[in-house]
């Protein structure tokens, strides 16, 4: 399990995933959220995530916010029965503040439901992990 997050860390610093980064403005949000999954199912670690993003409905009915698919990424747990999500926004001057608004309302509902919560920001980017693995989730995220 160590060797394969060390791999992971690995190509996330060097850039070898392809798929830019939180910090420079340049990060392919849905394919970082499918590798962290994939990461996830290679260690075992916790419940398996989806392989896809979910579509606009999805994030409407989770955050009320209409984004296009460019401004967000969201992967949940392949069980329906396991509340399991990662969500990474980007943000810029006329949408932060509405995103932090709804990301913080989706916290406080998945807190009041017993679920842990993490979230962050780096850059132009937030971003949001809920359930069981929060914590692995948000550490795999910071690195981005």
Same mark, same amino acid.
């Given at each position: 399990m160590k060797k394969v997050l060390l791999a992971a860390c690995l190509m996330l610093l060097c850039g070898c995933g392809g798929i830019g980064s939180m910090t420079h403005g340049s990060l392919d949000m849905e394919r970082a959220l499918t590798q962290?999954?994939?990461?996830?199912? @290679?260690?075992?670690?916790g419940v398996m995530m989806n392989e896809t993003a979910n579509d606009t409905q999805t994030l @409407?009915?989770?955050y009320g916010l209409e984004l296009s698919e460019e401004e967000y990424a969201l992967i949940c747990a392949i069980r329906a029965d396991v509340t399991q999500e990662a969500a990474i926004f980007k943000c810029n001057a006329q949408n932060r503040s509405i995103i932090e608004t709804r990301v913080n309302e989706r916290a406080d509902a998945a807190r009041a439901q017993g679920l842990p919560v993490q979230t962050g920001e780096k850059g132009d980017y937030l971003y949001i992990?809920?359930?069981?693995?929060?914590?692995?989730?948000r550490n795999y995220l910071k690195g981005l």
């Amino acid at each position: 399990m160590k060797k394969v997050l060390l791999a992971a860390c690995l190509m996330l610093l060097c850039g070898c995933g392809g798929i830019g980064s939180m910090t420079h403005g340049s990060l392919d949000m849905e394919r970082a959220l499918t590798q962290m999954a994939q990461t996830m199912r @290679e260690a075992k670690v916790g419940v398996m995530m989806n392989e896809t993003a979910n579509d606009t409905q999805t994030l @409407e009915s989770l955050y009320g916010l209409e984004l296009s698919e460019e401004e967000y990424a969201l992967i949940c747990a392949i069980r329906a029965d396991v509340t399991q999500e990662a969500a990474i926004f980007k943000c810029n001057a006329q949408n932060r503040s509405i995103i932090e608004t709804r990301v913080n309302e989706r916290a406080d509902a998945a807190r009041a439901q017993g679920l842990p919560v993490q979230t962050g920001e780096k850059g132009d980017y937030l971003y949001i992990a809920i359930g069981k693995d929060a914590v692995w989730m948000r550490n795999y995220l910071k690195g981005l």
